[in-house]
């Protein structure tokens, strides 16, 4: 048939003892846009490498537009006419928007040895200007940009390949509403172009909106494809779990466990754009807090944990009025701190699952000066164990494991600690449905043992199912206050959020 | 639109294949941590039946374990600084600082203060690279560059000032059980402080990722000072070895301390940029390594600018086999 671009026959990788991907074909049309969808580890991401010749295929052959495709480098994948945008960010510090852009392809804007950044902007601003971008141009530094302009400018670079083939690698988890806009916008058009999208995402709501088509991948075989009406959340959900999920994995209404009791105190926080946030933390309690990435959430997590100090301001802990002023401090009081940025923040990746859950306990541990293995063990086995975390023994190296199996060695890792209050910035960012509905089953645990929560979501609808109540923040101030009722809509969040 | 994609049930790859490669993956892990090893074995070997049987003599062995004795003892403390994923460039001249210092005070009241000067002038020379490096922030190589030079012009200005002899009785000392017993003190006091304690596990943990160890309630700066304060205390100790080994204080005492230390360390598997990998044995069998080709070269009567040059190479070609490029961050 004309109009197939992509075609793959029994696709296979593996690495070590780990069946990545299991003779997976598939074909990608003209116009299409379609979403690739499992659970972590169902062997997404090792497809889509293989497709843009990161990674190399143990069996299996591919065509591309008719003819036998070998991409051998994610850059001769781009000559082909195969663009990816990836989950973490692929721009380099110290370098222009412009030059970003046109990385490698500096030659194009040559006479002699001299390249002219001139004509360079000029090329990178039409190019800013078709996206819609306008509050920055190509002469800006990168490094003065938000993760979220700088995820625009390597989609700008994708575009300028003209691509035939766009893969979108959960991209849009990282980005704001305003953002995930953009990106659905340049999909939209290409579609129009009769170019084609695979789109990985996480969000089935989202994929819902977006794609036209779905295929879904479990441990890495091919499971089915649902077309057009067929994609909805609950088919997609039944068909990367294999079972039958109730569609709400979210808290039941109506149960409270919130007490009078104010665990936390959090007074007037002035720092960069935060400006004099003030607000309350209750045992008992899941508070939310939304907003857009920029808006100051992020770094509030880490001022009220003590990571940051603020320019004015303080928090304190209500039983005891300590100040929180240190991370130190705050684990010594049972404060948990779990960051969005798991590799970077949150985990030790050449390091054992032991070390990871064992590192805020090494106080209890101690006997005397000493720490002696076994006692380290124990409380790692049994940590991890509680959040049945899938691993070969403790001593495993925790990169090795997938991201929803990550964040679970993180929880495990405050539950040793025998946490008290918890500060999760984004929990379940980019964790499959499986492991989301285990950690939400254990924030409802926790907090009907008196503990406190404060969730930071980017995910309204996670927002309003777990939260008994939702501050929204808007450019560093809280811009809105919701308590658990019926009547809180998205549409009411959004507003107050934008 | 018509949409269509192909499915296939997914046969299941022949389970030996894939085991073939996960053998073969250990064995490549395993291959690393030998490395050391199996170079000291062949070291041992080459030498052993190249010599005329020289290498073997006990003269000759006690000769090489002397020498690395001062290596291992400064080692030991320097891998806590290194674990952490700094450079501590001031162990020369803080070994040359610590040896004036201590003999000279020594000749002044008694020769019992010499060790207790020596730990205590080592130790503040590691406190004083943990202050430029904490508090104001300077590289902590850069810093240690520092009182490297202050300490060699030290030593070079004190021999010119003053006698630094060691007085006859203290040369009972001069003895191959002594080292052994020094180097098995501080190495075992050490290893427990490394794998058993805070100070080890924090220092490895920074040394993994610092934003995670700050995140996660560990006061870095306190615990990057705790590791310059016992690699001075160590350096002190060396100092003491060295005074006793020379019979007094040189212009010389020190030099090249820290790149030796430095060397042995990597000959010896431990990871340049530190993190839950390094091991404390690497100490040992790195300085081993390393005064062993130096002596095994020397009795083949090679140049010895020659033998600086097959240093050069074999200490390339180690970390071409062992350093983990996997946290370098190489880009496609």
Redesign the interface.
């Known amino acids: 048939m004309d109009d197939v671009i992509l075609k793959l026959h029994?696709m296979?990788k593996?690495f070590?003892?780990?069946?990545a991907v299991?003779?997976?074909?598939?074909?990608l049309?003209k116009?299409?846009v379609?979403a690739l969808i499992g659970e972590n580890g169902s062997g997404k991401s090792t497809l889509m490498s293989m497709v843009t010749g990161?990674l190399q295929p143990d069996k299996g052959r591919m065509e591309l537009k008719g003819k036998e495709y070998v991409p051998d480098?994610?850059?001769a994948a781009g000559n082909s006419g195969v663009c990816i945008l990836i989950q973490e960010l692929g721009t380099i510090d110290g370098l222009t928007v412009a030059e970003n852009i046109f990385l490698g392809k500096e030659k194009r804007f040559a006479s002699g040895f001299r390249v002219s950044s001139r004509r360079m902007n000029q090329a990178a601003d039409e190019l800013l200007q078709s996206m819609g971008v306008s509050h920055f141009d190509a002469k800006t530094e990168v490094d003065a940009l938000s993760f979220e302009e700088r995820k625009l400018i390597e989609v700008c670079r994708a575009m300028y390949n003209d691509p035939d083939i766009l893969i979108v690698d959960e991209t849009t988890t990282a980005l704001s509403h305003t953002g995930r806009e953009k990106i659905y916008t340049i999909i939209e058009n290409l579609k129009k172009q009769q170019k084609a999208v695979v789109f990985i995402s996480h969000d089935l709501d989202e994929v819902q909106k977006v794609c036209?088509?779905a295929?879904i991948l479990r441990d890495?075989?091919?499971i089915?494809?649902l077309?057009?009406e067929e994609v909805t959340p609950e088919n997609m959900r039944q068909m990367m779990i294999g079972r039958d999920l109730s569609g709400n994995y979210y808290r039941t209404k109506g149960t409270t466990y919130v007490k009078e009791e104010v665990a936390l105190d959090v007074r007037n926080i002035q720092y960069g754009i935060l400006h004099d946030v003030s607000f309350q933390l209750h045992r008992g309690e899941i508070l939310g807090l939304g907003g857009l990435t920029e808006c100051g959430m992020h770094e509030l997590c880490k001022i009220v944990?003590g990571?940051i100090k603020p320019d004015a301001g303080e928090v304190e802990l209500t039983e005891n009025h300590v100040k929180i002023t240190?991370?130190?401090v705050?684990?010594?009081n049972h404060i948990a701190?779990l960051?969005k940025d798991r590799d970077?923040?949150?985990?030790?990746?050449?390091?054992?699952i032991k070390?990871n859950i064992t590192?805020?306990s090494?106080d209890r541990l101690?006997n005397g000066?000493?720490?002696?293995r076994k006692r380290e063990r124990d409380l790692a086995d049994q940590a991890a164990g509680q959040l049945s975390v899938k691993m070969r023994d403790v001593e495993q190296l925790t990169k090795e494991l997938s991201g929803g199996n990550k964040q679970k060695v993180v929880v495990a890792?405050w539950m040793a600690n025998e946490s008290d209050i918890l500060i999760m910035d984004c929990p379940t960012r980019g964790i499959d449905i499986g492991v989301k509905a285990a950690i939400y089953k254990l924030m409802e645990q926790l907090i009907s043992e008196g503990k406190a929560i404060l969730m930071v979501s980017e995910e309204i609808p996670e927002l309003l199912g777990m939260s008994d109540r939702i501050l929204i923040m808007k450019d560093g101030t809280i811009n809105g206050e919701f308590d658990r009722s019926e009547e809180v809509t998205e549409k009411s969040l959004i507003e107050k959020l934008i | 639109?018509?949409?269509?994609?192909?499915?296939?049930e997914?046969?299941?790859?022949g389970a030996k294949?894939?085991?073939k490669?996960?053998n073969v993956?250990k064995n490549a892990e395993w291959a690393k941590k030998a490395v050391p090893f199996l170079g000291l074995l062949v070291l041992v070997l080459l030498f052993s039946t190249t010599t005329d049987g020289r290498f073997l003599k006990v003269a000759n062995l006690q000769n090489i374990f002397s020498q690395a004795a001062i290596v291992m003892v400064a080692g030991t403390g320097c891998s806590f600084v290194m674990s952490h994923n700094n450079l501590d460039f001031s162990l020369g001249g803080a070994c040359a600082m610590s040896a004036v210092a201590g003999i000279v005070i020594g000749a002044k009241f008694s020769y019992a203060w010499m060790l207790p000067v020596c730990l205590a002038v080592g130790m503040m020379c590691g406190l004083v690279t943990a202050g430029l490096h904490i508090k104001a922030r300077i590289p902590a190589f850069m810093a240690g560059m520092c009182i490297m030079f202050a300490g060699r012009g030290l030593a070079q200005g004190a021999y010119l000032q003053f006698v630094m002899t060691l007085p006859q009785d203290y040369k009972v000392l001069q003895n191959i059980w002594f080292y052994f017993a020094v180097v098995t003190i501080i190495f075992l006091t050490a290893y427990?402080l490394f794998e058993?304690?805070?100070i080890g596990?924090?220092n490895k943990?920074i040394g993994?990722?610092m934003?995670?160890?700050?995140?996660?309630?560990?006061?870095v700066n306190k615990y990057k000072a705790m590791a310059f304060a016992v690699s001075g205390f160590t350096v002190g100790a060396a100092a003491f070895m060295s005074i006793i080994r020379g019979g007094g204080v040189g212009a010389q005492t020190g030099t090249n301390l820290e790149t030796n230390v430095l060397l042995a360390l990597t000959l010896g598997g431990f990871p340049l940029t530190g993190?839950?990998?390094a091991k404390m044995r690497s100490v040992i069998v790195g300085a081993l390594v390393l005064f062993m080709l130096n002596n095994g070269l020397q009795l083949w009567g090679v140049d010895p600018t020659i033998i600086n040059v097959i240093k050069g190479i074999v200490f390339l070609v180690v970390v071409y086999i062992t350093i983990?490029r996997?946290?370098g961050g190489v880009m496609?």
């Not at chain 1, 000066?369 to 002696?372: D, K, R, V």
């Open positions: 029994g296979v593996s070590g003892s780990t069946k299991q003779d997976v074909s598939m074909e049309r116009g299409q379609l990161t480098s994610i850059i036209d088509s295929m890495g075989s091919y089915g494809t077309y057009g944990f990571a240190s991370p130190a705050a684990i010594k701190y960051p970077n923040e949150s985990l030790f990746l050449m390091t054992s070390d590192v805020a090494m101690r000066p000493f720490i002696t890792k | 639109m018509v949409i269509e994609m192909k499915m296939k997914a046969p299941v790859l294949g894939s085991k490669e996960s993956l427990i058993y304690t805070k596990k924090y943990l993994s990722n934003q995670v160890a700050k995140l996660s309630g560990v006061p993190g839950s990998q983990d996997g946290s496609i």
